[in-house]
């Protein structure tokens, strides 16, 4: 249920839609638009959901390696953390932009710079 969350919250707010969430999660990454420690969280999802989904073996042990329940935990987290982003994070920092881009224009400055 996340990764279908985390793949649809992907397509909707960032318009990508490659051949599988591992492609669209890179695909996010390469905007440079989430902050670091949530870019990095998102990355790591893609290794573990590896782990999920394929029968991967230690090479120590010949044993597949199982998903630990912090680590399933943690996948659930990413997808709130990125929904905050979209939902909550990002539109009050538009909004603190757009207003100081009003006092500028007020007052016969340029506006700030658009990121990009």
């Not at 969280?41 to 989904?53: S, Y």
Request: include cysteine.
């Amino acid at each position: 249920m996340s990764r279908r969350c985390l793949q649809n919250l992907i397509r909707e707010q960032e318009g990508i839609q490659e051949k599988d969430l591992a492609a669209e999660i890179s695909a996010l990454l390469k905007l440079n638009k989430l902050p670091k420690p949530l870019a990095e969280d998102l990355d790591a999802i893609r290794q573990v959901r590896n782990f999920a989904a394929h029968p991967i073996k230690s090479t120590n042990t010949g044993q597949i390696m199982e998903v630990e329940p912090e680590e399933a935990d943690w996948t659930l987290g990413v997808p709130e953390d990125l929904i905050r982003f979209y939902y909550e994070t990002e539109p009050a920092s538009r909004h603190r932009r757009d207003a100081l881009n009003q006092k500028l224009k007020e007052s016969g400055k340029n506006p700030m710079l658009k990121p990009k």
